[in-house]
Every structure is written in C-alpha cells, then in structure tokens.
C-alpha cells in the first residue's frame, strides 16, 4: 500500500503492529499517515528545539520586567508588579482563543504558524522600545530622587503595545505547541503510548532549559551590558526558534479539526435544559448516537455514556426533533461531560498560581534589596530564577528514572501516582514556601530595623543567596504541579477538544496572575487604612512582607483542603484505547518475572 492512500484498509508490520497511525492523524494534505515516517520523538525533537529557543525570548522579558518598569520606566512596586502580572495574566490567558481556532477552524498546526508571526512582529517592537531614543526614557541612575524623568505617554504606548503583541502571539501558540507535540504518539499503540507518558516530563524540561538561559545570560545582559542587546538576542533566538519547527514539518502527525467545542459543549447543555422533563432511559442503546463508521471518517472517537452529570444525558435522548440544539449524541455529551469535570480541579489551581506569580515580582523585588555579589560578580536579582529552573531540571530527570520506576512497581499505574496526586505534591509545597518565605523576609527586616535602614531603604548586608531555599523549592514544586497540570489537563480533555484541554492549564496560570495582582492590591489597600503605613511600599524595608507571604500560606492551606475534596470526587475519563491496560498487565507481568528471578537466586544460594 502506498503511503498516502486513503484506504482504510489496515497494514500491519512484521512486528504485528499496524504500519499506520490509529487515532486518526494525518499529514498536511490529510492523507494517513505511515508510523515509522512520521511522529515519534523524531518530530518531536524539532517540537522541543523550538519550545527551548521559545522560552529563552519568553523569560528574558517576564523575569526582569519588574525591574524594567521600576528602574526604567520608574513605575512604584505595587504598580509594576501589579503591571507584570496583568501581563503574565494576560500571556496566559489568550490560549483559550488559540485553542478555539486550532480545535475549530485552521487546525493546531496552521494557527500556531499564524501566531509566531504577530508574536515576532511583538518581539521587534520590543526590542525597538528598548533600543531607540524618544521611545525609552533618558537613562538615570538614582531612582530614589523625586526629579527622575517618567516615561512619556509615548514611550509607555509603544512598550506596552509591544507587550500586550506578543500576548497575543502566545496565545495561538502556547495551547498548540505542546499538542501538537503530544499529537506524535499513537494512543492506540502500547509503545507510543509508553513514550508519550515521558513526553510532559521532558517537554517542561526543555522549557526550563530554555528558562534557565533567560535566568542567567540574558538577564545579565540586560543588567549590565543593556536591554536592547537583551532583547535583540531574543528576538534571533525567537527566530531560529521557528526555523526549527518548520524545518520539522515533514515529520509531523496532525489531528483535523472538528468545529468549535464551545458551539457543541452549548448545544448539550441547551438541549439538556430544553428537554428537563423527558425521563432518561435505562437501557444506553436507547441514546442518540451515530454509527462508528461516521466517526472513522473524521477521524473521532465513539464515546460510551457514564452516570455522571446524569442531567445532561437528557440531551441524547431520541425525541422527534432533529435539531442539534434539541438532540445531541452520546459522545456529545461525554466530551461535555469530560470538560466540565475538570472545572473544579482547575479552580483549585488558581492560587497556586498565585504563590508561583511571587517568583516574578517580590520575590525579585527582595533580592534587589540584598548584597547581590558573588565574588568579583554581580549578580541579577532576577538571576535566582535560574535555581528555579535548576531545582525542577534535576527534579524531573529524578521523578522520570528513579521515582516512577520505583513506585510503579507497588502501584501498577504506568505513571507511577496518578496525576492527581502529583498535583496534590506540588500545592502542599507552595504552604511550605511561602512560610520559608515569611520567616526569610522578617529576618531580612530585623537586619534592616538593626541597621537603621528602615526609612532610607538602603542595602540590606544579607547576601541576596538566603533567598535560595525558596527559589529551589519552587522548582521542585514546579516539577510536581506544573507538569502535572499540563498533562492532567491535556490527558483528561476529549480527543477533539485537546487544544482546549491544553488552554485549561494556561488559564490556570492566567488567572492566577491576575488575582495576584487582585491580593496585592487589596491586602496594600486594606492595610493603609486608619493612617497605617501599609503592608507593601515602594521601600520594602518600610513593608511587611513577611506578613503577605504568612498571609498567602494560609490561603494555600485552605485551598488544599478544598483541592482534596474535589480530587476525592473526579473520576477520571475512560481510555479510548487499551494501551494503558497493555502497559500495566506488562508491568505486573515484570514485577512477577523480578519476584521469581529473586526467588531462584535466593534458592541457589
């Protein structure tokens, strides 16, 4: 058979294992796809090539910009924070329109090309803002003095419109990047399937080594050598990033797009609501649903009905109407069902991102008060972010080769815990963190108050390294909660809806910027009332961190406890393959054979 046929017939390799992919992908021009030509970690490489180069442009903006609006554009600590995370908000936020598009319209792989190019266009313009005089303010060095010349109305504009450019850029190709990447291993095949449950693990590695260049080389340009060569290497960096990916397309699988997933999750819950007295049958073969023939066509999958969020089971009951806002079929309303599951879980990570969004902005703003030198060096404040990123390096390559492999022996679940759980790991950390963080921050404001550097807000002589252990543990909370809540949210979502799914835990850390930006604000605001000096200042020796970052970890313990009901409650979604199952019966089928070459050896000896 030819490659590129459409037939549907089946061929298989010596090896038993079907010669073309089963889970409806294709090539650009929609032909089947052979197995051993396309996808795989073949494609993958140029997927995570572009993704390192990506993130290297991405935290060379996001983990100095809170000094970029302080000291350049010599905005106040509650306002350029609150500025960064609108827009890390923002960044993430935008996915979900992205995803939209790819899952309904253009495909993942079309949009994503679409959005690199307005995300180039914001870098450029960035760049720029930085670089040419009349639209960067005057270069000062004393940002305490009340004379320091402000940012023009202009020069605001064009950097903030540069910014909130590449938001938008990202917005079509965050949600799809990691999809399509994801998109290269077979379900329905065992070893694929074995892969791509490494994938997540080594796709945020590949982030964070992206991140940890950003953390370190990039920031410390921008800080000592000048931000338009910063930026300017960005810029390159972003652009040999989409080089890579294109010169990867003859190697990649694609997924067709299948309408829009807002349109069809509406109908079922509009039919159900249309249709609240018709009683539910017992039997599900008296549900509407197509013949699998018509879902083989368009590459889906056939869904079977589940007693949860039994009301919308409504929505497939056979009436006279046709009407697709009257009459949905079954696997309609299980992809609604699979999506709205979810929306409890996805809660729960709102504050979460919330304790994450303090590595961007105060804890930075921390550092800039400490003794920053490391020898003859002088180290970037924003530069801790690279232990972050070195935490979660060496975390992930220790959960992937050690801690799955071990754990999975006694819990037979390929993954080694449920993802769940892994979440779970992960938010228990932040409590930890930001109590670190508290006890840190008032030790730093004794030394202040003992050297009488409360109001002129001096160098505090700490060495900016007493902020390590929060950093680090950052990271290793990171390698739990947030590759867990990318895979989660990918692996739990429909197999027309990822795109979206993948959205959901953008949205995550887009919301949780915001109602960042919504705390800090508040809690500032409350605690200058009745004449007090307030919480967070300008001068940070003047302010009570310590109390905000207390403040944050009781926030964090109780959203936990709200965490573990609703995890308690979520019943994860069926497999539409039996490669998972293929996958534990060889892990207890490996166990059994370690168990008795144990056993032989013991009885030799």
């Not at 609006?69 to 936020?93: C, D, E, F, P, R």
């Not at 699988?253 to 309408?259: A, L, T, V």
């Not at 905000?548 to 964090?556: D, E, I, M, R």
Request: glycine share 6%; net charge positive.
């Amino acid at each position: 058979m030819a490659a590129g046929t459409t037939s549907t017939t089946t061929a298989t390799a010596e090896d038993g294992r079907s010669e073309y992919t089963e889970d409806g992908t294709v090539d650009l021009k929609g032909n089947r796809v052979l197995r051993s030509k396309s996808g795989g970690w073949t494609a993958c490489s140029f997927i995570v090539a572009y993704e390192i180069f990506e993130r290297m442009a991405y935290c060379g903006i996001s983990a100095n910009l809170v000094l970029y609006l302080t000291q350049k554009l010599h905005q106040g600590t509650v306002v350029a924070s609150n500025n960064v995370t609108y827009w890390i908000g923002t960044i993430w936020m935008t996915p979900i329109l992205g995803a939209y598009v790819a899952d309904a319209h253009l495909g993942r792989y079309w949009t994503f090309l679409i959005a690199c190019a307005i995300y180039f266009v914001g870098m450029c313009l960035l760049t720029l803002a930085v670089s040419v005089p009349g639209l960067r303010p005057p270069p000062y060095n004393d940002i305490n003095e009340t004379d320091c010349p402000k940012a023009t109305t202009l020069e605001l504009e064009v950097f903030f419109t540069a910014l909130y450019t590449l938001a938008i850029g990202t917005g079509g190709t965050k949600p799809n990047i990691s999809t399509i990447g994801a998109d290269q291993f077979d379900d329905f095949d065992p070893k694929e399937k074995s892969q791509k449950l490494s994938f997540f693990n080594w796709w945020m590695f590949s982030i964070f080594f992206g991140i940890l260049f950003g953390n370190t080389v990039l920031v410390y340009i921008q800080d000592n050598v000048g931000w338009a060569l910063g930026y300017g290497i960005q810029t390159v960096g972003l652009a040999i990033a989409i080089t890579v990916f294109l010169v990867g397309t003859p190697f990649y699988r694609h997924k067709n797009p299948n309408g829009s997933p807002f349109t069809r999750m509406a109908r079922v819950i509009v039919a159900s609501i249309r249709k609240w007295k018709v009683s539910i049958p017992e039997d599900p073969k008296d549900f509407y649903e197509f013949d699998v023939e018509e879902y083989t066509k368009i590459g889906k999958f056939k869904l079977q009905p589940t007693p949860t969020l039994r009301f919308l089971n409504k929505a497939c009951v056979q009436i006279n109407s046709k009407s697709p806002w009257k009459l949905c079929s079954v696997t309609e309303v299980e992809e609604t069902k699979q999506m709205l599951r979810m929306l409890p879980i996805l809660i729960t990570t709102f504050l979460p991102s919330v304790m994450v969004a303090q590595s961007n902005t105060l804890f930075i703003k921390q550092g800039s008060t400490l003794d920053k030198r490391m020898g003859h060096i002088k180290l970037p404040p924003a530069s801790l972010g690279a232990f972050v990123t070195i935490a979660m390096l060496v975390c992930i390559i220790l959960y992937d080769q050690v801690f799955v492999k071990i754990v999975r022996r006694w819990t037979k679940n390929p993954r080694g815990i449920t993802l769940l759980q892994r979440l779970g790991i992960g938010f228990t950390l932040h409590i930890v963190i930001m109590v670190i963080a508290s006890v840190t921050e008032k030790h730093r404001l004794s030394v202040a108050q003992k050297h009488n550097l409360v109001e002129s807000g001096g160098q505090v002589p700490l060495t900016i390294f007493i902020l390590l252990p929060q950093f680090i543990l950052m990271g290793v909370a990171d390698a739990y909660s947030e590759v867990a809540k990318i895979e989660f949210f990918y692996d739990q979502a429909p197999e027309s809806m990822k795109s979206l799914g993948t959205s959901y835990s953008m949205t995550s850390v887009g919301i949780g910027n915001f109602l960042s930006s919504f705390i800090l604000s508040t809690v500032s605001h409350i605690t200058k009332e009745n004449g007090h000096k307030g919480w967070i200042q300008n001068n940070l020796n003047a302010s009570r961190l310590d109390l905000y970052f207390a403040f944050l970890a009781v926030l964090s313990f109780l959203n936990i406890i709200v965490f573990l009901i609703v995890s308690k409650l979520y019943r994860y979604k069926d497999e539409v393959s039996n490669s998972m199952e293929v996958l534990k019966e060889e892990l207890g089928r490996a166990k059994k054979e370690s168990t008795r070459e144990r056993m032989y050896k013991a009885i030799k000896r």
